[in-house]
């Protein structure tokens, strides 16, 4: 179990360009969440995986925004159209079932947008 | 709307001291409440969970209650160590969402 991995690590992209990051949940963790964090912010909920099913999904999140995870292991993010109020570090978290209450976060994707 | 408030100023406390944070909330009710440490750079972990009807939860060297008279979780680490200097967030969950709300988290140093 080499815990929740994420790449990129490091993204820089311009300013209209879409992204997309990944991110590997624990093996056999059902539940997966994304987050958005800005400097000397907490994480800010985008949304929430169940196996594929996405069951929550932030209002905040623009339709810029899509999340999949196809065959309920691993998860991917995308962002069209970038702006520069994306510059984020992106975090994705899972959790075994039975344990909602207990998230374990990878690393995170740093994206700057110029 | 809902608002979780912890210290935006940092906390410094001298090696062995115990550090006491503090998250407040309001316009909200939530099922559990926990803390997690967060390093620069990277991801949140996971310390301690509490829930509603618990008023205090003990694990090694960390001690939190929560009091949801007034709204309050304190966070409480006992006979402090450099290696204790992080940032400690709180997270709030409520039942029927499974979103949780992060506050800003509070930056802790302990001083040698």
């Known amino acids: 179990d080499t815990g929740v991995s994420q790449d990129p690590r490091h993204k820089i992209t311009k300013r209209g360009q879409n992204v997309t990051f990944r991110c590997d949940p624990i093996s056999e963790h059902n539940r997966l969440y994304w987050y958005r964090q800005t400097l000397g912010q907490g994480p800010e909920f985008l949304t929430y995986f169940q196996n594929e099913a996405q069951l929550e999904k932030s209002r905040l999140l623009s339709d810029r925004f899509s999340a999949e995870r196809p065959k309920g292991s691993f998860s991917t993010l995308e962002i069209q159209r970038t702006e520069q109020g994306d510059s984020a570090m992106y975090l994705c978290?899972?959790?075994?079932?039975?344990?909602?209450?207990?998230?374990?976060f990878g690393p995170g994707t740093r994206l700057t947008v110029l | 709307s809902q608002k979780i408030e912890q210290n935006s100023e940092a906390l410094n406390i001298q090696e062995g001291k115990t550090a006491t944070l503090t998250c407040n909330y309001t316009?909200?009710?939530?099922?559990?409440l926990q803390w997690y440490r967060q390093d620069p750079g990277r991801g949140p972990v996971f310390l301690l969970l509490?829930?509603?009807?618990?008023k205090e939860k003990r694990k090694e060297r960390l001690k939190v209650t929560f009091d949801t008279t007034l709204k309050q979780s304190l966070f409480h680490i006992t006979a402090s160590q450099p290696a204790d200097s992080a940032t400690y967030l709180c997270a709030l969950g409520a039942s029927g969402t499974y979103k949780y709300i992060f506050g800003t988290g509070t930056r802790l140093k302990v001083l040698a």
């Open positions: 978290a899972s959790s075994p079932e039975g344990m909602t209450d207990t998230q374990y």
């Open positions: 316009n909200y009710s939530p099922a559990y």
């Open positions: 509490i829930r509603e009807n618990e």
